[in-house]
Each structure stands twice: as C-alpha cells, then as structure tokens.
C-alpha cells in the first residue's frame, strides 16, 4: 500500500501518518518527491484497512502497489533516484554519468595507487577494487581484507576519489561500511537475503551487481530487500548473465536497462567488464550501454593485466580507459546526459 500526500501536506501531517502506520504495526517509509510525498507501507502480510488513512489531513489518497517491489517501484516514486555524496560532486542517477574505474582486486598500494592515478586524470570520480573477493575457487586470490580497505581510504585522501568496494559477508559489510563511500554487493550474493538486510540497516549507498540468472524480477526485489529496512540509496548494476553463449564470459544484457527505468527509479550502472570477460569488448559494450541510456559505466582497469591476481584478461588498460572517456562524453550528450572529468590531481611538480 501506498499513501500519497497532497502537494501542499506539511512536514507534522506525513510524520502524523508515518506514526499511526507504524502504530498499526507496520513500516512506514517516507519518500519525498519533486511534486509530493509518498509513504510506503511494507511489513504487511494482507490488504491494509486504507479507512483510517484516508481520513488524516493532508492524505490525498491511499493507493494498492500490485508489484512485488514497492519501494524499488515507480508507482511510490515517480522521478529518478539520484544519490549524492558528501564532500563530492559526484552523483549516481542524475545528468551526469556515473564512472566506476578501478582494479578487479586492491593488490597492493603501489599498484592500487598507480591505477587511481591514471583513472582520476581521466576524469573517473569513482575507484573500485576489491578487497574481499568472492572467487569461484578457494584457491584463488582472495583479497588483501582489511588492508585492502586501508589502501582505498588512502586512494580517496590522495585523489579525491570516491571509494567502491565490495562486502561479502556480515564481517566484512561492518568493515566495508566503515571505510567505503559506497558498499557492492557482488552477482553471488545477490540473492543472500540477510546480506541484503544487513545492508539495508546501514546508511551508505549499496551498488547491487545483478545476480548470474537472475530475472529482472528478482533483481528489483532483491533491492526491495536492502530499501525494505530502510535504506534507500540502492544503486542496481547489470553486470552480464549466463547463458549458451560460449564466445564471452557472460552476455551483457543491456536490454534490462530501459526494463528497470520503466519499473524503477533507482539508477542503473553496466559492467561490460565482467559482463564480457574480455578487454576487447569493453570498450564497445560501454558506448553500447552509456547510448542504451545507462546510469553510468562500471570497468576493471589494471597498468599490468597480464600480472593481475583476479581477471586480467578482462581489465583494460589505462590508456584504453582514457579513450573508452573520450568516446563515451562525445556519445552522452545525444541522450541528454553528460560526462564531468574536473578533477584536480596534484603531482609532485605542483
Ligand atoms: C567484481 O566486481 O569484481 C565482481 C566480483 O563482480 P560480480 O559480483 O559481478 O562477479
Ligand atoms: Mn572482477
């Protein structure tokens, strides 16, 4: 169910009504808009009794979600989700394009270090790299933990890039909150529902990476999870899925892009790195998904791919990340949206 408030309800008549839906034992979740509010109601099994509702000043009228997701969901908020960050003009979900770039893993400082340094000064305003990994084998690597996390708050003081990394479990999720500007929840945990919660508790934007077969349904619900306990900075990423195609690691489905911006007003990035697995690919999936009307690009970027401890052979090269910008900010405008690469670096001849 959803409660919307007429244009002109004061602030005292939507906390009236967050308190009299919380009283009947439900959640409330408030959420501003551009023209009114609108108060989510979840924790209900069956219909709510709208009655007691539509009686209170300032309700316009109280309305039934028939989705599955209804925070996730349009219907609740009409425009777009933009989340915005302290002490950055970054945003995710606005105008401009959001730009992730980074190693697949935090390896070390000098390699974390030489890659921020190349992909601030082509203009990316977001690091990523990984210090807990999820790999397919026990063997392999699987993350420097917490000093990996030290070296990305070191990477955002030297650079001015916002942090991007990923938690793979209760223990790290507590680690990640404290260090990241941003917590990714990986494609294997999608679905790993008390993750889901446990990030949702937080107060920190969550980059949820679309899970290896899941449907688009799944996905938003997914995300309903993490916005259910109350946070709603989700930021969904399509990051390729399986299927009998054996000529890329996986098959970028750019087409989820325009299906979750009819559902949802939660931004939606691309991953053409692992959705291709192949440094070739990258570059033409990420125009492909920028001209597809996608939120912003998520790319591994590594000097040295061929020593890289986790994907290589799909990590770009810091020049090809360069052109991969060049090419994407002269695409944008045709969409309407545009690309910011202002960042100041200062070098030891500043
Ligand atoms: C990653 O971003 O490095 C990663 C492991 O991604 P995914 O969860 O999409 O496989
Ligand atoms: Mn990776």
Redesign the pocket.
Known sequence: MLVVMQAQATEEQVRAVCQKIEALGYRAHSIPGAQRTAIGITGNQGEVDAGTLEEMPGVQEVIRVSKPYKLVSRDTKPDNTVIKFPNSPATIGGPHLAIIAGP?GVESREQAFTIAERVARAGAQFF?G?AY??RTSPYSFQGLGEEGLKIMAEVRDRFGLLIVT?AVDYESLDLVDQYADVI?I???NMQNFSLLKHAGRLRKPVLL?RGLSATLDEFLMAAEYIMSEGNYEVILCE?GVRTFTDHTRNTLDLSIVPAVQRLSHLPILV?PS?GTGKRDSVLPMARAAVAAGADGVLV?VHHQPDKALS?GPQSIYPDQFVHLMDEIEQIAPVIGRSLHRGIHIETAAD
Request: net charge positive; proline share 0%.
């Open positions: 697949c990523r990984g990994k999820s990923e990714q990986g494609a294997r990476k990051r991953d692992h591994e994907d």
